[in-house]
């Protein structure tokens, strides 16, 4: 049970793709929450500015489902 | 500045600011200390400056009784970092509304000519009248205080921003300079001069590295005035760093708040330029006048695109090290740097880029360097510019002046540099003007009279409550996109309670990037009064007179006739909404309608309350 895993495509934007990719799917356990990739990809906390679950708006601590599209992008501010 | 209170709150009388009026058409000088009437003038920026403007009944900026009001805030010069904000206010020649009055406005920017302005003793310049001849004003400290003298300018006619500053440079060799470029020069054509200010980085390079104060045309009313450049020499006088203060600066730089902004190589996000990334990833990115298609076009003027060809340097003004310049050097063929070509940010990038139909990193980095030396606000150039090349695309048969299209390099570049020469009033006198003489207003991207900057605005309806340009007086452009919100109640909330603060920083002298998602009523804040000026202010006074100082601009604008209906988005975001923008639709004539009442039920009760 415990060891099922779900097909997550992760997208990266911005700073995030240096030494990194662009876009990969990736395999998770059921039940991973969006931290777990951040973590998982080592990107930096403090620079992680917006996260989409299939292009809508979600958080760190949201539940990823298989199949879904993760988008992670830094953080955005005017000037 | 004097303080003798630590309690400014209670007793602001009791902290002096130094101002100096000077009549221009006398010539005659008057320095005086003032007593602050509240904390808003304690603070400064347009805190105070709008008091001023507000005991005046201006109806045209180009008349003598529009003053130009330069002005520094309480941290400037200070060894809070960041600390080098100038501010210029005044009614603004470029925005106003349609009954034909000029709004109050006021523009700023870094560089070190406020700090070395502070440093003279100076709190405040008041520019009176006109000068019948060009001249330039050096303010300089002397034992006796601070002097303010006139001195003819024939010799900087002409030049470009730089050159200003450079040929000043060889004469005051220990000051700093606030300088017009030839479009302010040539102010009857050109309302949206911009104010450049030096850094240390441009005297020491003598490459053209500007910090400008460019929104709403302060560099076309100091030309109306004959005002060709300020000159403030003093000796630097940076307090040495109290634990408290550097506590703070080592907050502002490691803490969060400014990481985006910082260099890659330290971690960074890369400055502002990094919100093309952003801004694509729902294609949101402004792309001919502003209509984004869908596609990866404006992903050539991404960083990771443009480093392949240009080398990227990252630079700081003065002391910051938050370092959020990325400066654009050409590659010499053997791999080294070349000439410096521009600042990219991401604004003027956009609105000199990928918004005119430019996608070639060399070619915008030109129009974003030309714009400067002339002395232009890149933002009101671009889009005034962009609308231009709007109208000649649905006009092939008739286009205007010289047939620019999108993309078409050679024939944009023409415009920038007749608009700068005061020889094409259509672009100079901003995208509002144009619009209502070719009476195609729905796609003139301005709101109040102001054009927008390179957030979709229809990503950001929170554009018609900002009082001083789009994204520097009302932090709702990510409240969409960064946070997801399309709900009436956040965007009410937002633009009513917690968006409106960024305004603060136009009053106490630090950049925006210090703290930008708190505003100034923090403890960070608090701490560097204390430790700075033995001063007493809790976070929840700051924020109170922030908000005073953010409705009296609001007040203002409806005192020079705005009607509520100006209060909008160009009308092409209802009438042809873009189904381009992967962000929900919210710009939609209900959500507006709506929160149009919402909003003025919040703001008209404080309103009636405030007497300007
Ligand atoms: S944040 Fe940027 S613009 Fe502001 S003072 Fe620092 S380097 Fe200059």
Redesign the interface.
């Known amino acids: 049970m415990g060891h099922k895993s779900m097909k997550i495509h992760i997208?990266l934007?911005?700073?995030f793709?240096?030494g990194r990719f662009k876009e990969q799917s990736r395999d998770y356990p059921v039940g991973t929450k969006v931290q777990i990739v951040v973590k998982d990809l080592m990107l930096?906390q403090?620079?992680l500015?917006?996260v989409?679950i299939n292009?809508?708006?979600a958080r760190v601590d949201s539940l990823l489902q298989d199949g879904d599209t993760l988008?992670l992008?830094?953080?955005?501010?005017?000037? | 500045m004097k303080f003798l209170t630590t309690d400014p709150v209670a007793v602001p009388s009791a902290v002096q600011y130094k101002r100096c009026t000077i009549d221009l058409q006398s010539g005659a000088t008057t320095l005086e200390d003032v007593p602050c009437r509240n904390l808003e003038d304690v603070l400064g920026g347009f805190g105070r400056s709008y008091q001023v403007l507000a005991e005046r009944q201006v109806d045209n900026a180009y008349c003598a009784e529009n003053p130009l009001i330069v002005n520094t805030g309480l941290l400037t010069g200070s060894s809070a970092m960041t600390g080098m904000r100038t501010y210029f206010s005044g009614y603004s020649p470029i925005k106003g509304s349609k009954k034909g009055l000029p709004s109050a406005m006021w523009s700023t920017g870094s560089g070190k000519f406020g700090a070395k302005l502070k440093w003279t003793g100076l709190d405040e310049l008041i520019f009176e009248n006109c000068s019948e001849k060009p001249v330039y004003v050096v303010i300089r400290e002397t034992v006796e205080g601070p002097q303010v003298e006139l001195k003819p300018a024939d010799q900087l006619l002409g030049l470009s921003t730089h050159d200003k500053i450079m040929a000043l440079h060889a004469e005051y060799a220990d000051a700093h300079f606030a300088v017009i470029g030839q479009a302010g020069e040539n102010w009857q054509n050109v309302y949206m001069g911009a104010v450049a200010l030096s850094t240390e980085n441009q005297l020491k390079s003598g490459e053209d590295k500007c910090r400008f104060a460019g929104r709403g045309g302060m560099g076309s009313l100091m030309g109306y005035k004959n005002i060709i450049a300020l000159v403030a020499q003093s000796a630097d006088k940076l307090k040495p760093l109290s634990p408290e203060v550097k506590k703070v600066n080592i907050n502002v730089v490691k803490g969060?708040g400014s990481?985006?902004?910082q260099p890659?190589s330290r971690?960074g996000?890369?400055?502002?330029w990094?919100?093309y990334?952003?801004?694509q990833?729902f294609h949101a990115v402004p792309l001919n006048n502003f209509r984004p298609q869908g596609n990866d076009l404006p992903e050539k003027l991404?960083?990771?695109n443009v480093e392949q060809d240009y080398e990227i340097k990252s630079e700081a003004c003065y002391r910051c090290g938050i370092t959020?310049h990325n400066n654009v050097y050409a590659k010499n063929a053997d791999g080294s740097r070349g000439e410096f070509l521009a600042k990219f940010?991401?604004?003027p990038l956009n609105l000199l880029g990928s918004n005119l139909g430019i996608h070639d990193a060399g070619q915008a980095a030109r129009l974003i360097q030309l714009g400067d030396n002339y002395g232009m606000d890149s933002i009101s150039l671009g889009v005034t510019i962009s609308y231009l090349l709007s109208y000649n695309e649905r006009h092939p048969e008739k286009p205007l002046l010289n047939g620019a299209s999108f993309g078409d390099y050679e024939k944009i570049r023409d415009l920038v540099i007749r608009a700068g020469e005061g020889e094409l009033p259509e672009i100079g006198r901003g995208s509002m003007r144009l619009s209502q003489a070719t009476g195609e207003t729905s796609y003139a991207y301005h709101v109040k009279g102001l054009e927008l900057?390179a957030?979709q605005p229809e990503t950001n309806p929170g554009y018609a409550w900002a009082i001083a340009g789009g994204?520097?007086s009302m932090?709702t452009?990510?409240l969409l996109?960064?946070?997801?919100k399309a709900d009436i109640d956040s965007w009410v909330k937002g633009i009513t309670q917690d968006k409106l603060h960024m305004v603060g920083f136009d009053m106490i002298g630090l950049c925006?990037?210090f703290d930008?998602a708190n505003g100034i009523g923090t403890q960070m804040v608090v701490d560097c009064l204390k430790s700075e000026f033995n001063l007493e202010i809790a976070t929840d006074d700051i924020r109170a007179a922030v908000r005073r100082a953010f409705l009296r601009g609001l007040a203002l604008e409806l005192r020079q006739g705005y009607s509520k209906e100006e209060f909008a988005l160009p009308a092409e975001v209802y009438e042809q909404p873009n189904g381009h923008i992967?962000l929900p639709q919210i710009a939609t004539p209900e959500f507006l309608d709506e929160l149009q009442k919402r909003v003025w039920a919040v703001f008209e009760p404080e309103l009636e309350a405030l007497s300007l």
Do not use: N, W
């Not at chain 1, 992008?73 to 000037?79: A, I, M, T």
């Not at chain 2, 996000?269 to 502002?272: A, C, L, P, Q, S």
């Open positions: 997208k934007i911005g700073v793709r240096s930096p403090k620079h500015g917006i989409l292009g809508v708006h988008s992008l830094p953080v955005l501010g005017g000037g | 969060g990481t985006r902004l890659i971690g996000g890369g400055g502002t990094a919100a990334d952003v801004m990833a991404c960083r990771e959020c940010d991401y604004e900057p957030y994204h520097m932090a452009y990510g996109t960064r946070e997801g925006k990037f930008i992967q």
